[in-house]
């Protein structure tokens, strides 16, 4: 079965920098897809990033991009400039096998200082 | 907003009583889904649904119920609700099987007492 793991519970950063979130994933597929959401106070799940695995080049939204590693099985989310609205909880995700449900990593609280 | 909406928002209720959460969209998707989210766990899977009548169960299906009988409701019952079932609840759409991620409800904040 597929796995995917969040290692940092909790991360803090300073508005303006930059962090990085890490995920990893466990899997015997080859095609699948990742994920990354953002869940504010507001309890709304927001998509923020996916990468096909099929795809060697790195998704980029704005200021979000990230760092695939297949061969690592490593999917972090780098997030540039901070800002005070990034505070949020960050999910990864993988999606694949026949149905393509989604498994979720148990998630990171990104904190952002002034 | 993409026209999926959840109720109600918040309900407490007492142990042993059955509970029912709707789930209903307007975009015509194929693919509906119920997790549940809880500290330290993620959101896990409990029920999804591939079609109308069509359900199967996801990894923490016990004591859960679900039912689609039209394209755009999807309802999850809670038969007898304890005190474990304290959580809040998203409703997820998808229109495709692999390569998009859902979209997601607003969420119901269960409590029971």
């Known amino acids: 079965a597929q796995t995917v793991t969040q290692s940092q519970p909790e991360m803090s950063v300073q508005e303006a920098e930059t962090v990085t979130l890490s995920c990893t994933y466990d899997?015997?597929?080859?095609?699948?897809?990742l994920f990354w959401y953002k869940q504010p106070p507001s309890r709304q799940m927001i998509l923020v990033i996916r990468?096909?695995?099929?795809?060697?080049q790195n998704a980029t939204e704005n200021r979000f991009s990230v760092n695939f590693q297949k061969a690592a099985k490593s999917f972090s989310l780098k997030i540039s400039d901070s800002q005070l609205g990034d505070a949020a909880m960050y999910f990864c995700?993988?999606?694949?096998?026949?149905?393509?449900?989604?498994?979720f990593g148990k998630g990171t609280k990104l904190s952002v200082k002034p | 907003d993409a026209g999926i909406t959840q109720s109600p928002r918040h309900k407490v209720t007492e142990t042993g009583t059955p509970v029912t959460l709707r789930c209903h969209q307007t975009?015509?998707?194929?693919?509906m889904y119920w997790y549940r989210q809880d500290p330290g766990h993620g959101l896990r899977l409990i029920h999804y649904?591939?079609?109308?009548?069509?359900?199967d169960k996801g990894e923490v299906s016990d004591g859960y119920s679900v039912s689609r009988s039209k394209t755009e409701d999807f309802l999850l019952t809670l038969e007898s609700a304890t005190s474990s079932q304290t959580s809040v609840y998203f409703c997820?759409?998808?229109?495709?099987?692999?390569?998009?991620?859902?979209?997601f409800g607003s969420g119901t904040r269960l409590t029971v007492v």
């Open positions: 649904s591939y079609g109308v009548k069509d359900t």
């Open positions: 990468q096909e695995a099929y795809k060697q």
């Open positions: 997820a759409i998808s229109d495709s099987p692999r390569n998009y991620g859902y979209t």
């Open positions: 899997t015997s597929e080859s095609d699948y897809y």
């Open positions: 995700a993988y999606r694949g096998g026949s149905q393509g449900n989604l498994i």
């Open positions: 975009e015509n998707h194929r693919y």
